[in-house]
């Protein structure tokens, strides 16, 4: 990768199909539009296994394949032979359907001294050279990465089944120029969506402090729906002894009039957020999600289920 080029570290992925994957890429350099990530090697596995699985539930022939061949650098040299699925040109007259496949041959000691794997077709020579040279070798890991275009292999390109070498920093370049890339995202509780390394949310929560349980996602949509009226608020008082309900709004110490007609809050407003917490505590498993929603228990003589809840701070204060 350039390194004048500024870079980050995200998440990206293909619409539902592939990943999120972890990446180190640079915003500015796209295609069309698209991402071009450079993977670490682990990435690179799990993105293997997904192209794979895919590759056996829609077909090889709409499906590139990455492939991970792992070896080491005291290892005899080896050919690996990748098998795709049928070819789209077999000669339906003749006995048995053409799978298709390549052959990969890898100098695993020769790696190391600038020598590259090769690529070839998956001849009866190759295969049985296959079945005969097996990974030796105790000496360090090495690892060789396949992109194989299954539809353009059996159109007779050259250039369909490339071997992915690392970059400077040990990063593998995937579907860069030639995939849909675009960033992972994370959405807030209180309803706003970001591109993974947008990591703060305006609300004041961050991607890392999202609440982990329904009352804990409630008490910060509460929040956002009282400061739509009164952005001073900080915390209310939640009630859960019958029906959940606000009974009390704060600006700091300050106790906020929440009367309809005297305060800066309308019937509407409220009764939403009573809603709210109505519909979590639902699905809520009581008191471990109070708990782990960091949800104040508050003396009261006539509530033993009087909480405080604490808003996010945003980061315009």
Not at 102 to 109: G, I, Q, Y
Not at 113 to 121: E, H, L, V
Not at 164 to 171: I, R
Not at 202 to 208: A, F, I, S, V
Request: charged share 25%; glycine share 8%; aromatic share 8%.
């Amino acid at each position: 990768m350039n390194p004048t080029r500024k870079t980050i570290i995200t998440r990206v992925c293909i619409d539902d199909m592939l990943g999120p994957f972890d990446c180190t890429l640079d915003p500015a350099n796209r295609w069309n539009g698209w991402l071009s990530p450079h993977f670490a090697l682990d990435a690179v596995r799990d993105l293997s296994a997904q192209t794979l699985r895919l590759a056996d539930e829609d077909g090889y022939d709409c499906v590139d394949t990455i492939h991970v061949i792992e070896g080491r650098a005291d290892s005899q040299d080896t050919v690996h032979v990748i098998e795709g699925g049928p070819s789209r040109h077999h000669d339906e007259e003749e006995e048995a359907e053409e799978i298709q496949a390549v052959a990969v041959h890898v100098p695993w000691r020769g790696l190391s001294r600038g020598a590259n794997a090769s690529i070839t077709p998956a001849t009866p020579q190759a295969r049985k050279a296959a079945r005969k040279r097996k990974v030796t070798g105790r000496g360090a890991r090495r690892v060789v990465v396949v992109h194989i275009r299954w539809q353009y292999l059996d159109e007779g390109s050259d250039t369909a089944a490339t071997i992915v070498s690392p970059d400077a920093e040990g990063l593998y370049s995937i579907g860069g120029w030639e995939w849909t890339w675009h960033f992972a995202s994370w959405w807030c509780a209180c309803g706003n969506d970001f591109d993974w390394h947008e990591t703060q949310c305006p609300c004041g929560l961050t991607r890392d402090s999202q609440p982990k349980a329904p009352l804990g996602t409630a008490g910060v949509k509460v929040g956002q729906l009282l400061r739509t009226l009164a952005p001073e608020a900080t915390s209310a008082l939640v009630d859960l002894t019958d029906l959940a309900r606000v009974c009390a709004v704060f600006a700091g110490n300050s106790e906020l009039d929440t009367a309809d007609d005297t305060g800066p809050f309308d019937t509407e407003t409220l009764g939403w957020a009573d809603e709210v917490l109505r519909m979590a505590m639902d699905e809520a498993a009581v008191p471990e999600d109070i708990n782990a929603s960091g949800w104040e228990l508050v003396p009261d003589e006539k509530s033993t289920a009087l909480y405080r809840v604490t808003f996010p701070t945003p980061l315009s204060h």
